[in-house]
Nanobody, 125 residues
Framework: VQLVESGGGLVQAGGSLRLSCDTS????????IGWFRQAPGKEREAVSCISMIDASTYYSDSVKGRFTIVKDNPNHLVHLQMENLKPEDTAVYYC???????????????????WGQGTQVTVSS
């Protein structure tokens, strides 16, 4: 049972990165995948989440219009396309799986049961 993030790195402000969450080794049923981030000294926060049932999405206000979450079902991947990156986007990014069914796409940290190991995103000014 494993979630694996990839795609992090160092990028200049205004640049782009695409993070990927590989769910191929996650053998339990799940109903949402979320991308979260945690900067040093700060709490983990939701960035974007997607329902695996109806593909409804959630974006935090800080990334709305810049980030896009998409699921690639045949390849068991969930991507987070990040555009116009800012230094304040610097954090460790985690993907997580929610095994419960919700009426709307969940975005609270506590809703998610399984977490990847994280990938570092650093945006230089």
């Amino acid at each position: 049972v494993q979630l694996v993030e990839s795609g992090g790195g160092l990028v200049q402000a205004g640049g782009s990165l695409r993070l990927s969450c590989d769910t191929s080794k996650f053998t339990l049923d799940y109903y949402a995948i979320g991308w979260f981030r945690q900067a040093p000294g700060k709490e983990r926060e939701a960035v974007s989440c997607i329902s695996m049932i109806d593909a409804s999405t959630y974006y935090s206000d800080s990334v709305k219009g810049r980030f896009t979450i998409v699921k690639d079902n045949p390849n068991h991947l969930v991507h987070l396309q990040m555009e116009n990156l800012k230094p304040e986007d610097t954090a460790v990014y985690y993907c997580a799986a929610d095994r419960a069914v919700h009426s709307t796409v969940p975005y609270k940290v506590t809703s998610y049961d399984y977490w990847g190991q994280g990938t570092q995103v650093t945006v230089s000014s």
